[in-house]
């Protein structure tokens, strides 16, 4: 079997990958570009996988895990190895804000990434709050978010849960698995569908790397019991790499991931508070503050109780928090290069349209 298409290297991606770089073609004097996969990045060092097989490269920095490259041998030397000389287009990026950055920088944690699995324990579920904003990230993301409960096992109160989740996550399918059980595994793994990948995030110990070893149906990644007292046995998977599941499809390990940025997040906002969002336009003012205003939409929503004030105020924190984000980020990119708001606006505009055309192609 050819290595590179168990890691996702589908139809789709060699037309984009002949698209990108014209010159995969060899011609006389310009060697051929050859795809690649990074499944693993740390820093400057990357593993790919390449139609030959696994091979280490030291770039700048800039390749993630999931990246698509391309490789050149830039050496007159037989004996050298080749080097990443392009990066295809990311689809999608899974990014965390740096901690303490006044700058407001995002960090990339992985590329190319087709699902994201909020990975929920049934025994400590997460409150509604927590899972709107991963949601929101996620949707940011460019993915597809699903909510994947784990250890059904462990729960009494199983039906009350997943029902709480289903009404919390808004549309977003809710898988229910069992490790232990072996339960809800073939329905997760037929919705990952072949050339995807799937990128598991969630807290330590809510059983991401025990799902991966039940889907992969070996021992892929290790699992930790916390032991008590020193706490060791934590984070035992370190780094973020990409399991191939067969048939194409690839998991995602996020270890020590404990939640994304909200960056660019106006379309996962819309996914996940669209009925909000579709209240404004039903107020009486058009600029109505849905504060005291005469005729306001949302306030008899929440009079009636068909808007849950919970979520009312969830909506409007991630609202003021992306409002101050992208007044940092505007002002702090206009001084360092000088680029007007507007220039950003458009680039973003294309990456999005890029990203949708991608997606719907
Ligand atoms: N009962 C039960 N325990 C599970 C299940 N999945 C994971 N666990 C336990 O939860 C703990 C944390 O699992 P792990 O996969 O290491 O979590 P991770 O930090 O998210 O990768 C381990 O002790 C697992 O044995 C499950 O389906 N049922
Ligand atoms: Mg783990
Ligand atoms: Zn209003």
Not at 222 to 243: F, N
Request: glycine residues 10%; negative net charge; contains cysteine.
């Amino acid at each position: 079997m050819n290595t590179l298409s168990e890691y996702g290297f589908t139809d789709r991606i060699r037309d984009l990958f002949s698209f990108t770089f014209p010159s995969a073609v060899p011609t006389p004097g310009h060697p051929a570009l050859e795809p690649a996969r990074a499944i693993r990045a740390d820093r400057g060092r990357v593993l790919l996988i390449t139609a030959n097989g696994p091979l280490h490269v030291d770039t700048d920095g800039t390749v993630v895990t999931g990246d698509w490259v391309a490789l050149a041998r830039i050496s007159d030397d037989d004996a050298a190895p080749p080097a990443v000389v392009g990066l295809l287009p990311r689809y999608s990026t899974l990014q965390r804000k740096k901690a303490h950055d006044p700058l407001s920088e995002a960090q990339v944690l992985a590329a190319n990434v087709d699902l994201v699995g909020v990975v929920v324990p049934i025994d400590r579920p997460l409150s509604a709050n927590r899972l709107e904003r991963t949601l929101v990230a996620a949707w940011d993301s460019g993915a597809v978010p699903l909510v994947i409960l784990t250890k059904a096992d462990l729960s009494s109160r199983f039906d009350e849960v997943v029902g709480q989740t289903v009404e919390r996550a808004r549309g977003v399918e809710v898988f229910t698995t069992s490790a232990e059980a072996g339960d809800g595994l073939d329905a997760l793994h037929s919705r990952i569908g072949v050339g995807s990948t799937l990128a598991l995030i969630g807290p330590s110990g809510a059983g991401k790397s025990t799902l991966i070893n039940a889907l992969v149906g070996c021992h892929a990644q290790d699992t930790g019991e916390v032991r008590a007292g020193d706490g060791k046995g934590r984070h035992t998977t370190t780094v973020r790499e990409l399991i191939p599941l067969g048939a194409g499809s690839v998991l995602m390990d996020t270890p020590g991931v404990r939640g994304f940025a909200l960056w660019d997040a106006e379309d996962g906002l819309e996914a996940v508070f669209g009925d909000i969002e579709e209240l404004f336009g039903h107020c009486r003012f058009t600029d109505c503050a849905h504060g005291s205003e005469p005729g306001c939409a949302v306030q008899n929503a929440l009079g009636t109780g068909e808007l849950e004030e919970r979520r009312w105020l969830s909506y409007q924190k991630m609202q003021r928090e992306l409002a101050g984000l992208h007044r940092r980020q505007s002002v702090a990119e206009q001084r360092r290069h000088g680029r007007s708001f507007h220039r950003m606006a458009k680039e973003a505009a294309l990456a999005k349209d890029f990203r949708n055309r991608f997606r719907e192609g």
